[in-house]
């Protein structure tokens, strides 16, 4: 395996999965928890309290599965640690959990990409756009400075959150994939508003077509927001996967 680098001080275990299971965790934040499960004990730290936590993540099927830059999961990292603590802890390894880690072992290149995240994300992208465009660009064509800066401050709500949140993923740049992911949800939230106020108070007025406009923009956001926050990105080219098969759990002694 790759030479292990330091964490910081301050980062625990614990600390490392809630960073993980936060919305917007990106690629760093995996590589970050599979380091910390590969360093030895801490001080103060029981090989008891470590076997427990590693298999709570064997256990947490919304972490076991994401995978680091180099194409390990987090479940085949849990399971060598546990085997690398010796008898009688790798003996609490799942039969499940060693076959499933040794069938993902040396698995690289292109990892799955929130296709359904990006769709809806897009559907409500291209409504937005075709109502707030033309007269963005109206005001962006005008002689006069302030209907230029409107215009211009209006294309960058336009198009800047959904930008910002699947740049931010493909980047893996964490602060701006979140602040996209928040804006997306405000957007939404803002499209689907005077749906709601409508369906409240006035149900009999309501139009077909405009209420079809604004599900749309407002789901598509709300969607998208919700299925991206988590992606699962390119891995860096170039790092290759370490195809090391985890060992075989000591038999116990006699």
Same mark, same amino acid.
């Given at each position: 395996?790759?030479?292990?680098? &330091?964490?910081?001080?301050?980062?625990?275990?614990?600390?490392?999965?809630?960073?993980? $299971?936060?919305?917007?965790?990106?690629?760093?934040?995996?590589?970050?928890?599979?380091? @910390?499960?590969? *360093?030895?004990?801490?001080?103060?730290?029981?090989?008891?309290?470590?076997?427990? +936590?590693?298999?709570? #993540?064997?256990?947490?099927?919304? !972490?076991?599965?994401?995978?680091?830059?180099? %194409?390990?999961?987090? $479940?085949?990292?849990?399971?060598?640690?546990? *085997?690398? #603590?010796?008898? &009688?802890?790798? *003996?609490? !390894?799942?039969?499940?959990?060693?076959?499933?880690? $040794?069938?993902? $072992?040396?698995?690289?290149?292109?990892?799955?990409? &929130?296709?359904?995240?990006?769709?809806?994300?897009?559907?409500?992208?291209? !409504?937005?756009?075709?109502? %707030? *465009?033309?007269?963005? +660009?109206?005001?962006?064509?005008?002689?006069?400075?302030?209907?230029?800066?409107?215009?211009?401050?209006? #294309?960058?709500?336009?198009?800047?959150?959904?930008?910002?949140? !699947?740049?931010? @993923?493909?980047?893996?740049?964490?602060?701006?994939?979140?602040?996209?992911?928040?804006?997306?949800?405000?957007?939404?939230?803002?499209?689907?508003?005077?749906?709601?106020?409508?369906?409240?108070?006035?149900?009999?007025?309501?139009?077909?077509?405009?209420?079809?406009?604004?599900?749309?923009? %407002?789901?598509? +956001?709300?969607? @998208?927001? +919700?299925?991206?926050?988590?992606?699962?990105?390119?891995?860096?080219? @170039?790092?290759?996967?370490?195809?090391?098969?985890?060992?075989?759990?000591?038999? &116990?002694?006699?």
């Amino acid at each position: 395996m790759e030479t292990l680098t &330091p964490l910081p001080s301050a980062a625990t275990l614990p600390s490392l999965l809630k960073e993980v $299971r936060s919305p917007g965790v990106v690629k760093a934040d995996v590589d970050a928890l599979l380091r @910390g499960l590969a *360093l030895p004990l801490a001080e103060g730290e029981t090989p008891r309290a470590r076997a427990d +936590f590693l298999l709570s #993540l064997l256990e947490s099927d919304d !972490v076991n599965d994401m995978q680091g830059t180099d %194409g390990h999961s987090v $479940r085949a990292v849990a399971v060598q640690a546990l *085997l690398d #603590l010796g008898y &009688p802890y790798a *003996l609490e !390894v799942p039969p499940e959990a060693l076959d499933a880690a $040794r069938g993902s $072992r040396g698995k690289t290149g292109v990892q799955k990409i &929130p296709i359904a995240g990006l769709i809806a994300t897009f559907v409500g992208l291209a !409504v937005q756009s075709v109502k %707030g *465009l033309p007269p963005a +660009f109206q005001l962006l064509s005008s002689d006069r400075t302030e209907h230029s800066t409107v215009g211009l401050v209006l #294309l960058m709500l336009l198009l800047g959150p959904a930008l910002s949140a !699947v740049l931010g @993923g493909w980047w893996r740049i964490r602060w701006l994939q979140s602040l996209g992911l928040l804006m997306m949800t405000l957007t939404g939230a803002l499209w689907l508003t005077p749906l709601a106020v409508q369906l409240v108070f006035h149900p009999w007025r309501l139009d077909f077509s405009e209420s079809i406009t604004l599900l749309s923009a %407002g789901l598509g +956001f709300l969607l @998208g927001a +919700f299925l991206t926050r988590r992606p699962e990105w390119l891995v860096e080219e @170039g790092t290759p996967a370490d195809k090391k098969a985890p060992a075989q759990a000591p038999p &116990p002694p006699p």
